[in-house]
């Protein structure tokens, strides 16, 4: 079973910056694409960011575009989100999760791994 694991989500007042972190297990992280979510109460869930499987490219949310970065470090199978100039309505729990495919953007239909717990985010003064 594809599972994806979150975390480095807290409270952070506006300005801020975080890094979240995405951990593969049962697979090679460098084997998909990764896409990074949040849902805000009340909300859809939303894509956010995403980065191909060999790293070559990468997607990014128009009110993200900027101020978020998405990489990743195939070798420790991990997925990071930096996350710069944090504002109040970055608020929500981050997800991350892939569709098994190799590009971005990933649509929140096409997602095939478990969504899990994710990490909140509460940005606040």
């Known amino acids: 079973q594809v599972q994806l694991v979150e975390s480095g989500g807290g409270l952070v007042q506006p300005g801020g910056s975080l890094r979240l972190s995405c951990v593969a297990s049962g697979f090679p992280l460098d084997a998909y694409a990764i896409g990074w979510f949040r849902q805000a109460p009340g909300k859809e869930r939303e894509g956010v960011s995403c980065i191909s499987s060999r790293g070559g490219s990468a997607y990014y949310e128009d009110s993200v575009r900027g101020r978020f970065t998405i990489s990743r470090d195939n070798a420790k199978n991990l997925v990071y989100l930096q996350m710069n100039n944090l504002k109040p309505e970055d608020t929500a729990v981050y997800y991350c999760?892939?569709?098994?495919?190799?590009?971005?953007?990933?649509?929140?239909?096409?997602?095939?791994?478990?969504w899990g717990q994710g990490t909140q985010v509460t940005v606040s003064s």
């Open positions: 999760a892939t569709d098994q495919g190799s590009g971005c953007p990933i649509p929140a239909f096409r997602v095939v791994s478990s």
